[in-house]
Structure formats: structure tokens, C-alpha cells
């Protein structure tokens, strides 16, 4: 249980944001008052983390899961998708262009991949490690405390593991337990962190059943689990999922129900902006599947300070189906880089430099 919701969740600007007004926030319409919302994330992203933006290349390795999450395109039980799994030289190659391109990590991310054993991971980080200076980010999934410690061990610098809600029931209903065992996230974070990785969590935004409070609470527990890195952003329906026919699977909480919106995920991170200063907040894709326009620029304006270019080779990309129509699927990573090299310019922030790490780190060595 969050033990201090009303008192922990503090930071002073123009005082202290607790439960009750980050609902508030959450509910708020009126656009004067959003606006002075946007213009205060921002201004404390500016303070805390400054103008620049740090890219962090994606590679999706491997698009097989054992997991049967209820909103998920990748859930084991969809039989309509073809499957891959990357071999350690293809990964590779993406690697190297990250470092063409000069982003300072790679994030390898993929399904419940148990067929990928806990060596093929270390001797791959490994390689990472031996062949450039990138930070590497692990995004594989609910897997064994020593399977982490092995990569960790292998030189794994981060991890990436949203809560997805921290509403227990909807969370079990959401992600079914696998073998019959339960899992909680929260402690699976608090392992990871004993570990030493720099930890990263987050939520979808608009999941059916979550409520205003549930939401509210969530953005409590960012502080809570003081997050390295906060990736959030809207839930999109996958026609192949429990989820698609949410009357049958899962009720909407009525008049509480959260909107699974563009405007909803700008509320969100810059709340999350402002209970957590200094993480590092990434403007995602599903955000910019919502407004392919100016959804990262707008996130980026209201207290993102990372983007997530897409390294995965375009053959793979479109069977990487967790929603459909996700932005950028077409783009080579190439011009992937170039059009987020542009927007980044375009709002006169800078790219990042160097491998972008949490400046709580040093914080929490004093
Ligand atoms: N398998 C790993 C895991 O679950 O942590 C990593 C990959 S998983 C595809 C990454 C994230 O995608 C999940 O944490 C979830 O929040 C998000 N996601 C999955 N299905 C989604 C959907 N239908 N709409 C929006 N986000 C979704
Ligand atoms: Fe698998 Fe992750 Fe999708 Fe769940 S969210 S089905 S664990 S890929």
C-alpha cells in the first residue's frame, strides 16, 4: 500500500500536488487552466533535465510471448500473427547504426521470449558492451530475479517494466497469472532496482475499467517507486485481444471511466513531469499514433525529454503488432532518424548527447 499518498507526492512550485488534485488535474477542461498546467511541466523539464532531448533506438527483437495479456496484439493466444525472432548478428547491425546515428542507447525490447535463453541475452549485452559505449535498456518482460542479475551482471544498464495500473483487480484481470502464479510488479521493480539497473515503469492510459482515481494513483506511485523513467501513453484497442470486445470482457467504469486520449496522455505526463522532476519522460509512439502530426512534438512541449526512433529492420516492424496502425511503421530507421532529428530542431530543443542517464543516479549514491 502507498503508504503516504496525501504528503509524499510533493513538489514544490507552486505547492504541493496531492492525490485528490492530481484527479483534479486529470479531470480538468478548461483550456486556460491545461495551458498553465503545460507551461509548468514544462518549465520544471527545463529546470530538472534542461533542452535536451535523448533518443533511445528501439530494436524488436522478438515478437513471441507466452503472456496472455488481455489487451496485448502479442498475447500468445493470437494465432493471426506471424512470429520472428531476430538472430544476434541482425540485432547487431541495428546496434551499430544506432551508433551512426548518435544516440547514446539501445532498448531491445520484446514478448515473454522464453525460448531466448538467459545466456543468449548476456552474451548479447555483452557484445553491445565490448563493440560500443551505448547504454543498454532491457524491455524482456516479467523473467527471473537471476536471469536480471545475469544481465546486469553482463553489463545491462537499465529496465523497462510498466505497472500497466496499480488498480490489483483490473491488473489481474488485465494479466492473467501465468502457471497459476501471481505477479506483482511493484516488488518486481523494487528487485530490479536492488539490482542496480536504472528502473522504468509506467501505465496505458484508458484501459477499460481504470477510473480517474486509479489514474491518480498511479501518477502517486511514480513518486512512490521514484522511477528513472516514466513511459506512458494511450491504450489502443487490438481487434485480436479480450480486450477489443470490452462489454463481454471487462466493463468501462461509467462516468469515472478514463478516455484513452490524446488529451488524457498530455495530462498524464506532465503530471508525471511534475512528481518526478528529474526522470526521464519519453514522448511514445502510441502517443503519436493518436496525432501522427504533432503528438511527440506536443508531448515533448509538455514534459517529455525523450523519443524512441525505431531501429527494428521495416520487415519486422508491422508484425511487432501490440495496436494496429502504429505510427512510422513504413520508415526505415533512417528516416526515422532524420524526421525526429527535425521535429527536435524544429521546437530549438537539442539532441542529447552521451547515453542520456538518469541524473537520479548520482542523487542516490550521495
Ligand atoms: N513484453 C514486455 C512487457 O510486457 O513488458 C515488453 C513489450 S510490451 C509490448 C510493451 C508495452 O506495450 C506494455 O508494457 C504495454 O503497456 C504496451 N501495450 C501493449 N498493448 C498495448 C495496447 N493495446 N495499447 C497500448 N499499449 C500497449
Ligand atoms: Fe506479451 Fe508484453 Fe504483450 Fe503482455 S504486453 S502480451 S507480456 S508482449
Known sequence: ???????????????????????????????????????RADRVRQQNVGAQVHLRGLIEFSNYC???????????????????????DEILECVHQAVAFGYGTVVLQSGEDLAVTTDEIANLVRRIKRETNLAVTLSLGERAVDEWAAWREAGADRYL?????????LYHRLH?????????????????????????????????????????RDIAWFAELDLDMIGVGPYLVHPETPLADERAYLPAAGDDQVEASEAMTYRV???????????????????????????????LQRGANVVMPNLTPPRYRALYEIYP????????????????????????????????????RARRKD
Open 66 to 88: 507466452v503472456r496472455r495479456c488481455a489487451y496485448c496484439g502479442l498475447r500468445a493466444p493470437n494465432r493471426r500473427i506471424e512470429r520472428y525472432r531476430m538472430p544476434p
Open 176 to 216: 492473467p497469472p501465468r502457471n497459476g502464479r501471481d505477479s506483482d510488479r511493484m516488488v518486481m521493480l523494487s528487485s530490479l532496482r536492488r539490482l542496480g539497473y536504472e528502473v522504468g515503469s509506467g501505465v496505458m492510459i484508458g484501459i477499460p475499467g481504470q477510473t480517474y482515481d486509479d489514474l491518480a
Open 1 to 39: 500500500m502507498l503508504a503516504s499518498q496525501e504528503t509524499k507526492v510533493a513538489y514544490e512550485v507552486n505547492g504541493p500536488l496531492n492525490l485528490t488534485e492530481i484527479a483534479g488535474w486529470l479531470r480538468e477542461s478548461d483550456p486556460r487552466r491545461l495551458e498553465a498546467l503545460w507551461r
Open 269 to 299: 505526463i506532465a503530471l508525471a513531469r511534475l512528481v518526478c522532476p528529474r526522470a526521464n519522460v519519453p514522448a511514445t509512439t502510441a502517443l503519436a499514433t493518436l496525432n501522427r502530426r504533432n503528438g511527440r512534438e506536443l508531448g
Open 325 to 360: 496502425e502504429k505510427a512510422c511503421l513504413a520508415e526505415t530507421a533512417s528516416a526515422c532518424h532524420g524526421c525526429l532529428a527535425t521535429r527536435i530542431r524544429n521546437l530549438n530543443r537539442e539532441m542529447g548527447q552521451g547515453r542520456g542517464d538518469s541524473p537520479n
Open 161 to 169: 517494466l510498466r505497472f500497466e495500473t496499480s488498480n490489483r483487480e
